[in-house]
């Protein structure tokens, strides 16, 4: 059996051991969460250029579950024609083991045209934390094994076993703002990705705010002309419908 299946077995077995039973409650509040934001910029002239970001987010938890989704979406063009083109999709599933420790499986899936990568997808499941976890302040961490399957342009695919990190801070600076970080790092023997987002949510009522938000991309092996690093700044407004 080769390594990348015996990863496979490993992420089903692991959420078979799973006991069905845990009835502690989480400190979050229970049911749906969703959220939709959405921000563009255009410029006619002496150049013509376009921006489009949006990202959807939808959570649902319970007393053993939290099942979570969300998809970014990044187009820019100038002059007709396209500068950058990013979808990404995570899927992720938290079983609860006690009041701060869970296991999760995670799905995630990377098409960016620019980034030297056609596509890059993983598959992991390990153990999560939640190492601070106040009123104000909260931070999860999580690690475990999976595989990944990247495609670089004009070339096969390639599957190998890697290594996922992740982390999640949130504080809530003032009623009215919260500052937030998201960190993922996904490591193999041929790349390692890391994308981080920093970010500060101003409210405006009680289901609309604004979001600054800067996400950096990084891959250790990129095709010959690309660069290792990507940034992208924007500035949302954001709509909670639940």
Partial sequence: MSRSQQC?????????????????EWEDAMGWRGSVEFGAA????NTDSSNLN???????????WRNRASLDVVQSSEDKSTTQERYLLQLQADRRLSANDYLFSAFRNDKDRFSGYDYQRSL???????LINTDRTSLEVE???GVRQNKKPNESSQN??????????????????????ELVIISGSDNTEIDSTTSLRLAITDVLAARFAVNIKYNSRVSEGRSKTDTVTTMNLVYDFW
Avoid: C, W
Avoid at 124 to 130: I, M, N, P, T, V
């Fill in 42 to 45: 255009l410029s006619t002239g």
């Fill in 54 to 64: 949006a990202k959807g987010r939808v959570q649902f938890q319970n007393e053993q």
């Fill in 124 to 130: 992991s499941a390990g153990y999560g934390r939640r």
């Fill in 143 to 145: 690690a475990g094994p």
């Fill in 8 to 24: 496979k077995v490993y992420l089903m077995g692991l959420l078979l051991l799973i006991p069905m039973s845990v009835m502690a």
């Fill in 160 to 181: 190998e076993a890697v290594v996922r990190g992740a982390a999640q801070f949130r504080h809530q600076i003032s009623d009215s703002a919260r500052f937030g970080e």
